[in-house]
């Protein structure tokens, strides 16, 4: 028989890292994180993020990784939005806010093919510009609006690969219950929300993709961060719930359910190259 050895070396545990950005909507960003124990095994970890662009944000998250229980998360992230948003109509929106939000979490809690995350989130948003046709400006941009919810989110991905997968499937499921408002003429109000998709060999150079994104809420009034919100080509780059279009430019504003089936066809062109069909 051969002999297979391994050979351990202690690596470092703290990691510096930044990235450049750069399109025409937000003009240069760039992004900074320092990682404090990120590698270690078990036990506290700390990671701070901040992003310096035309969307600032900053962000901590400790982690504590047990040996034999689900890790414990906390992450505070404050940042400033501005962002314009289309509604019925095609009339354009310009919101300009500040926010800042808490969560505490248990994560990968597996069960099955399943990793779920559960707990508590507490957000509070201040519009500092309501620029809008649908909307009393005056409702948002007098007071600071503060929201607690309980949340669960259920992952599955079994896919070869996380960018150009042959075959698998993603599927992540989530769903929140906004149990306080702390201003006037809040209503209790649940929201649910969907996306997965398949990737299906043909042949070695095609892979067909279908996807299915949906978001529900329900009993939701006036509360206008937690709208549906549809458009661009990447989810949650404008609002964390946006569920990504591609063809429409920006997020748009839509009814209390949307659901989005969309259809790719992805062939290799030489090693390292693809091409899409949307």
């Known amino acids: 028989y051969d002999k297979l050895t391994f050979i351990f070396k202690k690596g470092p545990t703290n990691i510096v890292s930044f990235g450049a950005h750069y399109d025409s909507e937000e003009a240069a960003a760039l992004l900074l994180n320092l990682g404090i124990h990120q590698y270690d095994l078990h036990g506290s970890r700390l990671g701070l993020t901040a992003r310096l662009s035309y969307n600032p944000y900053i962000k901590a998250e400790y982690t504590y990784v047990f040996r034999d229980f689900p890790r414990f998360v906390a992450t505070y992230e404050f940042g400033t939005k501005d962002i314009n948003i289309y509604s019925s109509g095609s009339s354009k929106n310009n919101i300009s806010y500040v926010y800042n939000g808490l969560e505490v979490s248990f994560a990968n809690m597996y069960l099955r093919n399943f990793d779920i995350k559960a707990g508590a989130r507490i957000q509070n948003f201040k519009f500092t510009k309501f620029l809008s046709d649908y909307i009393d400006e005056s409702e948002y941009t007098l007071n600071a609006r503060g929201y607690a919810c309980v949340f669960a989110d259920a992952k599955m991905d079994n896919r070869d690969s996380k960018y150009f997968a042959n075959k698998g499937m993603y599927l992540d499921a989530s769903a ?103």
């Open 176 to 278: 929140e219950y906004y149990f306080a408002g702390f201003h006037s003429g809040f209503n209790n109000f649940s929201a649910f929300r969907l996306g997965y998709h398949l990737a299906i060999n043909l042949t070695n150079d095609f892979v067909l993709i279908p996807y299915v994104y949906a978001r529900l809420t329900l009993n939701n009034k006036s509360e206008f961060p937690f709208y549906n919100f549809v458009g661009g080509s990447e989810e949650g780059r404008y609002i964390d719930h946006q569920i990504p279009f591609v063809g429409i430019n920006y997020a748009n504003a839509v009814n209390k359910s949307v659901a989005i089936f969309r259809l790719d066809l992805r062939k290799k062109i030489g090693r390292k190259h693809y091409v899409y069909a949307i």
